[in-house]
């Protein structure tokens, strides 16, 4: 492999026959090119679907809704109303589930901060949230369990309602009034995701859900829940069991499929990904398509360099250079020839994507964002080079070991 003598032959070939083995090395370089784009398009196509998802990509979240069915002597028609009896017969039922989160809210109240004061939305959680939803605290803490058994009047504050009541002063600890109701500040966050989702986010205030339900006369009244299974139990099992709980908590037919309404965000995730796998599976076709057409076109020129070389080989022979030694350099000359056209698409590509990253970066694309290259692909990548370079120069490599130095001699 590191023979000099070899590698200046080679680069001898390679002078001599600039275009043909330039037209000859587009293909695998196209190939390669293709893939890395095709691949790192999709990789781009993926982030941005999956930065659409900003909850917990295996959560589930069930609301009530009117029944269809009469059950029990009860007319359908009925709107379900859940409570705190539900919460203690969910987390006591349902075994299967890591997070039982019980919501509620409140739209927008007046909050006020001494002189300063505006409109912004009010919700009551438990500890779970940060676990169906990532929080990013930026001072202080999320409600926790001493808050909901004690009732605490705290609050999170988003980033929105900092600037506008207290500005660059620090608010923990401070006493905000909503509706005329004062709980103290012990943490804030910051907003992230879309812009538009980010400032409805950044605007919004977090109390201990059993807190707002006794301070603003929603006692026992729980809006909706969300749901995060436990390591390797599926979400629609969580999703299953919470509907057949509530429903028996509610006098609900079993029948009845309207009764509760549901999201699956694991089966929406599962969806996409499925999506996505046929598109690199496309990718990687096309260009593997594109890459064999390349090879073939670099085994049927091999195939011309011996035969052009015929004579050259046979005295080569005559002078004692055994099979194994032609066999090398004709496999070593096909391996160059892939490895360089293939490594030039490799890093061009790469090369691409990194600048349409770079121009994107920090932008709302949509349903595009940070395309990327995989280390591992591009590695996969380069060892089929190599492979594929040595199989292509195998066959005209077999076939010049095989030529005889008087037939050689003799051939013009």
Known sequence: MFDLDKWQEILGTV???????????????????????????GRGMQNGVEKEFDVAKNAVFLWSQRTSVPYQGLKAGRFIRFNNDDVAALLREIPEAAVVLPRASLGSLTVQYGPKSSTFSLNGEYPGYPAVKALSLTRGRFVNETDIRERRKVAIIGNRVREVLFGEADPLGKYISIKGIFFQVVGTFQASGKPEEAQEEGQTIFIPLTALQVTYNKVNQVDYFAFIPKAGIPAAVVEARAKQVLGRQHKVAPSDARAFGSANVEEEYARVQGLFIGIAGFSWLVSVGTILAG??????????????????????????????????????????????????????????????????????????????????????????????????????????ARVQPVVALKDE
């Open 295 to 400: 090879i073939i076109g670099v085994s049927n020129i091999m195939l011309i360099v011996v035969k052009e070389r015929t004579k050259e080989i046979g005295i080569r022979k005559a002078l004692g250079a055994t099979p194994g030694s032609i066999v090398s350099l004709i496999v070593q000359e096909s391996i160059v020839l892939t490895a360089v056209a293939g490594l030039l698409g490799l890093l061009m590509g790469t090369a691409l994507m990194a600048g349409i990253s770079k121009l994107i970066e920090g932008q709302d694309m949509g349903f595009f964002a940070n395309p990327q290259v995989d280390v591992q692909v591009a590695l996969t990548a380069v060892v089929l080079l190599v492979v594929a370079g040595a199989l292509a120069g195998l066959v005209p490599a077999t076939i010049a």
């Open 15 to 41: 002078r001599r026959h600039k275009l043909r083995t330039g037209l000859t090395a587009f293909g695998v370089f196209w190939g390669i090119f293709m893939l890395v784009v095709l691949l790192g398009a």
